[in-house]
């Protein structure tokens, strides 16, 4: 066994002194005040005076590239970073190299990652206009939900066969995960700026091509059908201010149908930021103005937005390359998610119990995961000790993801993760990693 002792504990809305035990893989007890703090037995007492201590993070969208694209990440080397970084689960995109679109492919990226993953993961099923009846064999106990992308894609996995989405909104038993982009609408601004800037576009001008418009009109969408039938669709990546009218606080999280979802970079990056970072900053959907930014904060403090994850998409630098329409979209975020998010609780913008509802209770919430996401007796010790006053600067030295950058790169943070347990194993020891532990595949409430 092994006991946290004296730590500052913030969980479910409250931030306490306490303590917590840990059982083999699961939390025994959490005792409040450090009152009547009994243990039989032996254990390994922690002293985490000073220190936060969390859930694990629970990230519901990362791309970590196995199988196909792995000269850029994989789950080995991305999922070390995610526990660096506070994240002890998450959910996996289908958009790898062959993009996980059936089962059989779906359970051999799970192999992959009982042999690989530091962290606890589950992986989406991709949705094409042609594998319904694929989708239909999906067992919802053990896969997190369906993921569509709704007006614009890479590769293949572009639905929009008006049929097929009738089907997938009123058939399909699963969660569906929309990405939202209007194709038609991208295409239209993207043949607007050539005609005025010709081939190579600066990149301060994809906010413009990826507008609000593109993103309202795909989410918009997406919600009416789900409206429709009664469907429980989960919206990726909001970007944009337009888009928070299409979402409710009138309900509890358990009792929504239709949820969203915001990424950090959203939350921490605007327009301006373009001429500093160029396309280190370049994702789909574009960071947008200011005001966007503002109001998706607020919808954050408002409920309107139900989780914070990241869209970790590594690439190299060198597929970063090149104008507007040729840089590759996306860029690592794992390592560095929580320290970004307590970073605006130390400039004010969000407390510390709402960022833990949004990273932590959220997700758990939302798509049901058994036994995760709380510091409760009976739940899974997957749990973070953070230190929220250790100054570090992110530096090539200490970024952990294949890839070799972040876009953080520069910037001074003023919380560290310590420690991070994973099904009650300490895999991330301030800098050193216990390389034997493997995460647990995750499983949900039906």
Known sequence: MQLIKNATIVNEGRTFQGSVLIDEERIKAVFENNNEVLVDGNFTEIDATGLLLIPGVIDDQVHFREPGLTHKGDIFSESRAAVAGGITSYFEMPNT??????????????????EKSFANYSFLMGVTNDNIDELMRVNPRNVAGLKMFMGSSTGNMLVDNQKTLNRIFSEVPLLIVTHCEDEATIQANIQHYKYL???DIPI?????IRNAEACYRSSSYAVELATKY??????FHLSSEKEMSLFTNDKQLKDKRITAEVCVHHLW?????YERYGNRIKWNPAIKAESDRLALIEAVKNNKIDVIATDHAPHLLAEKEGSCLKAASGGPLVQHSLVAMLQLVRQGVFT???VIEKMCHAPSDLFRIEKRGYIRPGYYADLVLVDLNKSWTVAPENILYKCGWSPFEGTTFDSKVQKTWVNGQLVYNA???DESVRGQRLLFEI
């Open 431 to 433: 800098g050193t990693f």
């Open 352 to 354: 510390l119990e709402k």
């Open 197 to 199: 800037l010709g081939e």
């Open 97 to 114: 190299k062959p993009q996980t679109t059936t089962i059989d492919l779906l359970e051999q990226k799970y192999n992959i990652a009982s």
């Open 230 to 235: 009664n469907s429980r669709l989960h919206v």
């Open 204 to 208: 301060k001008y994809h906010p413009l």
């Open 269 to 273: 990056f605007n327009d301006t930021d």
